[in-house]
Nanobody, 124 residues
């Protein structure tokens, strides 16, 4: 009955911003890893950012450091990905994922719950 639902994707011009949200169904984010991954057509799914909700420790791919921010809203039981200074190479389907434990900067295979994805398209 665990479901993760992403929202907030869309189409923007380079330099623009988007804020993605990940809301749970039948799931609480407490003391878990919440991650954002992305996958462009023809590419493998890759890590973007992650947060351990137990202490708010965050992790970022080098390609998005300084531009993306992952955060949590405990009251709303929601995780966000604020994306600023977007580039065409950020274009991809973005997925929210979760796993138990404190080791969050892990590959796709280590996450066991996934959302359906939300499309982000950045034009130049």
């Amino acid at each position: 009955q665990v479901q993760l639902v992403e929202s907030g994707g869309g189409s923007v011009q380079a330099g623009g911003s988007l804020r993605l949200s990940c809301a749970p169904s039948g799931y609480t984010y407490s003391s878990k890893c919440m991650g954002w991954f992305r996958q462009a057509p023809g590419n493998e799914r890759e890590r973007v950012a992650a947060i351990y909700t137990g202490d708010a420790t965050t992790y970022y791919a080098d390609s998005v450091k300084g531009r993306f921010t992952i955060s949590q809203d405990i009251a709303k039981n929601t995780v966000y990905l604020q994306m600023n200074s977007l580039k065409p190479e950020d274009t991809a389907m973005y997925y929210c994922a979760s796993r138990a434990g404190q080791s969050c900067w892990l590959t796709v295979a280590n996450y066991n719950y996934w959302g359906q994805g939300t499309q982000v398209t950045v034009s130049s």
